[in-house]
Structure formats: C-alpha cells, structure tokens
C-alpha cells in the first residue's frame, strides 16, 4: 500500500491563482481530512469527509472547496489564492472514528502564496 | 467546541533523561480520545501513544507513557530515557468518541523539543 499520498510537494503560487491540492489514499478508508500547519498555531482543520459524498467544514474553511466523489480522493481546492493560506497542507485518512482507528497522514504541502 | 492548550512551546532535555510534556484540554463529553504524536524535521505525523477516556489506567508504549487525569482534564506524556531521536515537535490531540457525532481530531500548538548529547 502507497498509504496516503499528496502532490504536489512543494507549490508557489501567485495572489489570485487556484489550484488544487490533491490527495490519495489506497487503504479503501471512509475518513479523510484536510489541515493546514502554521507555525505556532499547530495543525487546524479545514474540511473532512465520513464517505464519499459527504463532507463537513472544519475549523477555518474559508477560501478552500472540497469535494469526494470516490472512497479513495479528497482534492482540496484553493479558489483565488491569498498570502493569508501560505501553510503546509496534510491530508489525513482512518478507517473509522474512534481509538483503535489510527489516522494516517500525508507527507504534506508547501503551498507558498507570493 | 474543544480545545487542546499546550502551555510549553519549546523544552529541552539531556540525553538519557526524562521529560515530561504537559497537555490540557476543555470538553464536556464523557467518553472521548486523546492522543500524542510527533512531527520529527521530516514533517511526517507520527502517532506515539493513544488512551480512552473510559479506562483509567495510563498508556504506555515503551519509553513514552502518559499521566491521564480526567478530572483535571490533563493529559502529560513522560519521555523515559530520552534519545536523540527524540527530538521533535509533539503535539496532543483529542477526538470524540463516535457518539457524540462525526469530528476529526483537534490539535494542541505543539511543544518543540529538543534532547541535547
């Protein structure tokens, strides 16, 4: 298994651009999560999903879309980039929700916004 | 909603010593799940230790273990013979148990720390 996976790694983008973050997981998990990591302020939840075709926002969704069309992807879309959502991005994936469910993360997106 | 308060932004330790990490948190649940992972330089979440409200006794995974105090809401995690691996930032987290609805884990700002030979 690839487990979860994201790209870009690293991503500049300019004020106004979107672009969308993508995010894969080959474990056939219901739960997929987005958060962004700034520093000092620990990782913030953006949107998650409980299956396909469901999703939720988190604690700071402005300015990001999502959508699930398949177990397996969860693409997290920024509509006009601002220097405001230059972060680390991660995705993260579990099975089900509770102890024994342990979430699984992403290697993490760079996005810088310029 | 809840809230993970990590007090110590950075700490250090020597090699070979113990450190403990101090975490708090705010709900009004009473079943819920805490946990403690770590982010070494390589950026990748590491999961370290888990524990359920519901059981009182504290988790231990070799050289990490907790100390659970459910009525103060605290949730430390002890580092045993502390390595230079160990060097990392250590973030705790708290989810709700299924049957109080569907979210995701909430995260502490994390505590940087540093083992020093």
Known sequence: ?114 | AQTVTQSQPEMSVQEAETVTLSCTYDTSESNYYLFWYKQPPSRQMILVIRQEAYKQQNATENRFSVNFQKAAKSFSLKISDSQLGDTAMYFCAFMNSPNSGNTPLVFGKGTRLSVIA
């Open chain 1, 1 to 114: 298994n690839a487990g979860v996976t994201q790209t870009p790694k690293f991503q500049v983008l300019k004020t106004g651009q979107s672009m969308t973050l993508q995010c894969a997981q080959d474990m056939n998990h219901e739960y997929m999560s987005w958060y962004r990591q700034d520093p000092g302020m620990g990782l913030r939840l953006i949107h998650y999903s409980v299956g396909a075709g469901i999703t939720d926002q988190g604690e700071v969704p402005n300015g990001y879309n999502v959508s699930r069309s398949t177990t397996e992807d969860f693409p997290l879309r920024l509509l006009s980039a601002a220097p405001s959502q230059t972060s680390v991005y991660f995705c993260a994936s579990s099975r089900g929700q509770g102890l024994e469910y342990e979430q699984y993360f992403g290697p993490g997106t760079r996005l810088t916004v310029t």
